[in-house]
């Protein structure tokens, strides 16, 4: 099966200016989470999206957002970029979760390296 | 609040020698729990999840409800174990956001 693809590779923005990021799941998953990776940082939990809807948000400021399309594709944009939002993004899907399937392990995609100067 | 702790960041052992890595969680309630790893230059992916009570690559993770602990452990340290490894409860609810702990980097010398 394919694997969890998420575009750019890398993205080069200036201070100020606006991110999008992309994330297509793996077919079948309706589940997308977006995690933050910074250095020394580990994995801060972003947003997390099931059949369309926000299900949860980590402790991240409003000018991290996202949404997820009819296919279960998902976009995460970052408004009025920092310095500090220098990261690597991770997206990851997992088959529909609650009931029976809260046990489906995540599927993380490459990332998107964000570079904020 | 839910919390995740790997009480080490850096882990070097030597090939051959048993490794543990230590997991402790914060939950109300009995989260599933789940071990990730990350190869060099490569995706983040499931070693093993308590659920299945599977063996990956050696690897074996034990429960202790009492401690809320879920440390990970293999035997015999390889040289290809050397990663990055993060341990990530889960809620057993509806809608509730999985938090990976700070991760530990296990180096094996050969």
């Known amino acids: 099966e394919a694997g969890v693809t998420q575009s750019p590779t890398h993205l080069i923005k200036t201070r100020g200016q606006q991110a999008t990021l992309r994330c297509s799941p793996i077919?079948?998953?309706?589940?997308v989470y977006w995690y933050q990776q910074a250095l020394g940082l580990g994995l801060q939990f972003l947003l997390w999206?099931?059949?369309?809807?926000?299900?949860n948000r980590g402790n991240f400021p409003p000018r991290f957002s996202g949404r997820q399309f009819p296919n279960y594709s998902s976009e995460l944009n970052v408004n009025a970029l920092e310095l500090e939002d220098s990261a690597l993004y991770l997206c990851?899907?997992?088959?529909?979760?609650?009931?029976?399937?809260?046990?489906?392990?995540?599927?993380f995609g490459n990332g998107t390296r964000l570079t904020v100067t | 609040a839910q919390r995740v702790t790997q009480p080490e960041k850096l882990l070097s052992v030597f090939k051959g020698a048993p490794v543990e890595l230590k997991c402790n969680y914060s939950?109300?309630?009995?989260?599933?729990l789940f071990w990730y790893v990350q190869y060099s230059r490569q995706r983040l992916q499931l070693l093993l999840r308590h659920i299945s009570r599977e063996s990956i690559k050696g690897f074996t993770a034990d429960l202790n409800k009492g401690e809320t602990s879920f440390h990970l452990k293999k035997p015999f340290a390889q040289e290809e174990d050397s990663a990055m490894y993060y341990c990530?409860?889960?809620?057993?609810?509806?809608?509730?956001?999985?938090?990976f702990g700070p991760g530990t980097s296990l180096s094996v010398i050969p």
């Open positions: 999206y099931d059949e369309g809807e926000e299900r």
């Open positions: 990851a899907s997992s088959k529909r979760q609650g009931g029976l399937s809260y046990n489906s392990p995540l599927h």
């Open positions: 077919s079948g998953h309706t589940s």
């Open positions: 939950y109300s309630g009995s989260p599933e």
């Open positions: 990530a409860p889960k809620m057993k609810t509806s809608y509730d956001k999985v938090i």
